[in-house]
């Protein structure tokens, strides 16, 4: 015999409280996280442009006076400490899950307060919540639990946040260097734009995290056949990359990982009770209105 509906509201009750404790637990790990992060990624940034002008393309560094090479130094540095800024801009765009789960976010996972959402950014994000109310204004039998899809939608906007600022200073940190001739000035922006958002899958270089390896072709345009062929070597900050040259990150990334993987077990969970408690209800509505006269 099936669960009753007592009982199974009972179950989701547990789970409610099970999913909110894990939610709780991973905010704090990626608080670390982010704490180790931040430094790795300078770092990081700093050594794929030391990579850059003295192994790659030493003979431009070397033509650059000594202010120029300080003023480029500069610069680069100054991208590394803007990193937790623009975190902030991307994750104040992300709706949180529940209020009780995280606090005062994203200021409580960065430490910095994010630069004012432009009002443009707002009327859309109003919209589409808006639009999401209408779209699920339906009969909703489990408002009042957490459903562990949202939690985890959540860490995964998190995730890509930190891709995108990846890209973002990536992008930044090329065109210092463009801007001090030390990568060929022909790369066409949009060329290295898009092997930056494909960077998961673009050619890295086994010696030199964080590089990316692409080919440059000049087309002549009254033949139509390829004029020059130009060799790049150009920064692609990787998260992979950048937690697996670092212990620290690497052991926050397997605890991260195992709640994950616990909250996934949770989600089936959630599928499963749910999907017994409205054929419960279902089946106690129909016997409720079902009469034997015609």
Same mark, same amino acid.
């Given at each position: 015999?099936?669960?009753? =509906?007592?009982?199974?509201?009972?179950?989701?009750?547990?789970?409610?409280?099970?999913?909110?404790?894990?939610?709780?637990?991973?905010?704090?790990?990626?608080?670390?996280?982010? %704490?180790?992060?931040?430094?790795?990624?300078?770092?990081?940034?700093?050594?794929?442009?030391?990579?850059?002008?003295?192994?790659?393309?030493?003979?431009?560094?070397?033509?650059?006076?000594?202010?120029?090479?300080?003023?480029?130094?500069?610069? =680069?540095?100054?991208?590394?400490?803007?990193?937790?800024? %623009?975190?902030?801009?991307?994750?104040?765009? =992300?709706?949180?899950?529940?209020?009780?789960?995280?606090?005062?976010?994203?200021?409580?996972?960065?430490?910095?307060?994010?630069?004012?959402?432009? @009002?443009?950014?707002?009327?859309?994000?109003?919209?589409?919540?808006?639009?999401?109310?209408?779209?699920?204004?339906?009969?909703?039998?489990?408002?009042?639990?957490?459903?562990?899809?949202?939690?985890?939608?959540?860490?995964?906007?998190?995730?890509?946040?930190?891709?995108?600022?990846?890209?973002?200073?990536?992008?930044?940190?090329?065109?210092?260097? %463009?801007?001090?001739?030390?990568?060929?000035?022909?790369?066409?922006?949009?060329?290295?734009?898009?092997?930056?958002?494909?960077?998961?899958? @673009?050619?890295?270089?086994?010696?030199?995290?964080?590089?990316?390896?692409?080919?440059?072709?000049?087309?002549?345009?009254?033949?139509?056949?390829?004029?020059? =062929?130009?060799?790049?070597?150009?920064?692609?900050?990787?998260?992979?990359?950048?937690?697996?040259?670092?212990?620290?990150?690497?052991?926050?990334?397997?605890?991260?990982?195992?709640?994950?993987?616990?909250?996934?077990?949770?989600?089936?969970?959630?599928?499963?009770?749910?999907?017994?408690?409205?054929?419960?209800?279902?089946?106690?509505?129909?016997?409720?209105?079902?009469?034997?006269?015609?």
């Amino acid at each position: 015999m099936g669960k009753s =509906i007592k009982q199974l509201r009972g179950d989701l009750t547990v789970l409610d409280t099970e999913v909110r404790l894990l939610g709780k637990e991973l905010y704090s790990l990626y608080e670390e996280y982010i %704490k180790h992060f931040t430094p790795v990624v300078a770092k990081q940034l700093v050594l794929a442009s030391y990579q850059i002008c003295t192994q790659k393309y030493p003979d431009s560094f070397l033509a650059l006076s000594y202010q120029q090479k300080v003023d480029l130094q500069g610069k =680069i540095k100054g991208l590394g400490k803007g990193f937790l800024i %623009k975190l902030s801009n991307y994750l104040v765009e =992300i709706d949180v899950p529940d209020n009780n789960l995280v606090v005062d976010f994203p200021r409580s996972l960065t430490g910095v307060i994010p630069q004012e959402v432009p @009002s443009e950014v707002n009327s859309l994000q109003a919209g589409i919540q808006g639009l999401s109310a209408e779209i699920s204004s339906g009969v909703n039998l489990f408002s009042d639990v957490l459903n562990p899809d949202d939690v985890l939608h959540f860490y995964d906007e998190i995730e890509d946040s930190l891709g995108e600022v990846l890209t973002e200073i990536s992008s930044r940190g090329n065109d210092l260097l %463009k801007e001090y001739n030390i990568l060929p000035a022909q790369i066409p922006a949009k060329v290295l734009e898009m092997a930056l958002k494909n960077r998961d899958n @673009s050619k890295g270089i086994a010696d030199a995290p964080n590089l990316l390896s692409l080919v440059v072709e000049k087309e002549d345009i009254s033949s139509k056949e390829i004029k020059d =062929i130009t060799p790049v070597v150009a920064m692609c900050l990787r998260l992979g990359e950048i937690e697996f040259g670092d212990t620290g990150l690497s052991a926050d990334r397997r605890r991260i990982v195992a709640i994950m993987d616990k909250l996934v077990d949770l989600q089936r969970r959630y599928q499963r009770i749910t999907r017994l408690y409205a054929i419960a209800q279902a089946e106690s509505q129909w016997r409720s209105c079902w009469s034997e006269e015609s």
